[in-house]
């Protein structure tokens, strides 16, 4: 639950279609975060949760980051910061607990024994199971460090560098679930002419972001069967607008 459906470019109704279709073609895994769309793409996944049981779906949001603009994002990851957005979120998603909550991309000096501390507090209390840490680079080598996550979120796809093939082996060996985001590639996607309001957020943040290197990609079906095959990876996430996307993408699920 990210990209458009934080947005008023696409019709909160269009994103409970979307996610009940997804709940129906056997998806049971949802991701979202308080950055996406400042909160409105929670608020949203809370609304469908309201229709499926809760037993059935696992239910996973984070905290460290928050939206600030379309490409702006203010950082906090202090105990009070971290408590006061999961209690933001928990009520956004109109649940009593997380089934995971992951850190934002918090780097190695915010991840301090108060935090921890906080963490377990709000564990023991019910707030979530599962920790996580989502990042892209050298932020997961420090919290894999830590001991402390059973989770983590990074990118996985045909194009990764050693530094990241050697953290999902050392994240697997050390028991750690891996969720796949970017499984599609690296670099930015490719600039399309939009055919509906929906499809103007990929262009706008295309627009505002500088190339993240080079821009080495294969089609989304192709990327998720290449993360899904790895036995490092227990999730691959993915966002659509589209419900044949939504179709194809479902058909991968083991």
């Known amino acids: 639950m990210s990209g458009a459906h934080g947005t008023p470019l696409l019709p909160r109704r269009a994103t409970l279609s979307l996610l009940k279709d997804a709940f129906e073609r056997g998806i049971r895994v949802f991701d979202t975060a308080p950055a996406y769309g400042a909160g409105e793409a929670e608020t949203r996944l809370g609304l469908a949760l309201r229709d499926l049981p809760r037993e059935e779906v696992f239910v996973c949001t984070k905290a460290g980051l928050a939206s600030a603009g379309l490409s702006r994002r203010v950082r906090d990851f202090t105990p009070e910061g971290l408590e006061a957005s999961l209690r933001a979120s928990l009520k956004r998603l109109g649940v009593e607990g997380l089934d995971a909550l992951f850190l934002h991309g918090a780097g190695p000096d ?7 501390s906080r963490l377990d507090t709000l564990k023991s209390a019910g707030a979530f199971a599962l920790l996580g840490a989502a990042g892209r680079g050298g932020e997961l080598d420090a919290a894999l460090d830590t001991g402390r996550f059973q ?3 990074q990118p996985v796809h045909p194009f990764l560098a050693p530094d990241a093939e050697a953290r999902l082996l050392r994240a697997h060996a050390a028991g750690v679930e891996v969720f796949a985001i970017e499984t599609a590639g690296s670099g930015s996607p490719p600039v399309r002419l939009p055919r509906k309001p929906a499809d103007l957020y990929p262009l706008a943040r295309a627009l505002a972001q500088p190339l993240r290197g080079e821009t080495r990609r294969v089609g989304a079906v192709e990327g998720l069967q290449a993360a899904l095959a790895r036995r490092e990876v227990g999730v691959a996430l993915t ?16």
């Not at 915010?110 to 921890?116: G, N, R, S």
């Not at 966002?239 to 996307?245: D, G, M, N, S």
């Open 110 to 116: 915010e991840l301090t024994d108060a935090l921890f």
């Open 151 to 153: 989770l983590l979120m």
């Open 239 to 254: 966002t659509t607008t589209r419900p044949e996307h939504l179709a194809a993408n479902a058909a991968l699920s083991p």
